[in-house]
């Protein structure tokens, strides 16, 4: 049997032990169980928007950890998408991966995310604007409300891959996509919401682990 590769950073965010920095403006953000979020007593880190101009941001910059001076240009990043609420259009949308900044919006800084808009998953991974998802790029649905997938982004030699699982230990076959992209000044686990229209989208991540260096 092949041994369990160690990652470089968990978080649970039971106990909060990670530096996770705040910004953005307006809707909501929190750390912590959700109301309608269907976490049994679980802890996660929640944006939400329901209109135009509201960007909440939560980042954790990696080179502050003890065993990352700088992201290696081969990572992998693994968590547990929450779909919680999202009644809205694409417009609004929610990203969770790594980043080179900490901008409420994705609109220059090179990054590598998974988002969900309008009930759509898709991969943005870019040096310019984000990709927002929409039912032409979707690899996957999350309709119904409350729906939680298992998302591993990794980045192998230039190509970013994006697999999204229904099973907690990642062993049912993933939707999958990827594509080829120049990433540079990776930094920042960043989880954000943009709204821009009405409607409400509701997103969290937990059970978070990066392996700097190491393609799973």
């Not at 409350?146 to 190509?159: A, L, P, Q, T």
Request: with cysteine; charged share 15%.
């Amino acid at each position: 049997l092949q041994a369990k590769v160690k990652s470089t950073f968990e978080e649970n965010f039971d106990d909060n032990d990670a530096s996770w920095q705040t910004s953005g403006s307006g809707a909501s953000k929190g750390l912590g169980s959700h109301n309608g979020s269907g976490e049994s007593g679980g802890t996660m880190v929640w944006v939400s928007t329901h209109t135009g101009g509201q960007n909440p941001v939560y980042t954790l910059d990696l080179t502050s950890l003890s065993d990352i001076t700088t992201v290696a240009s081969d990572w992998t990043l693994r968590f547990k998408f929450i779909d919680i609420v999202d009644n809205s259009s694409t417009a609004n949308y929610g990203s969770f991966g790594v980043t080179a900044g900490t901008s409420n919006a994705l609109t220059s800084e090179h990054h590598a995310v998974c988002s969900i808009g309008g009930n759509e998953m898709t991969l943005s991974a870019r040096n310019n604007t984000h990709i927002e998802p929409s039912t032409g790029n979707s690899i996957e649905n999350t309709a119904g409300g409350n729906e939680v997938r298992y998302v591993e982004i990794k980045s192998d030699s230039g190509i970013v891959t994006l697999n999204v699982y229904n099973n907690s230990d990642y062993s049912d076959t993933p939707s999958t996509m990827s594509t080829t992209v120049s990433l540079t000044g990776l930094r920042y686990l960043k989880l954000n919401g943009k709204g821009s229209n009405s409607g409400y989208l509701h997103v969290g991540i937990d059970d978070v682990e990066f392996y700097d260096g190491v393609v799973l």
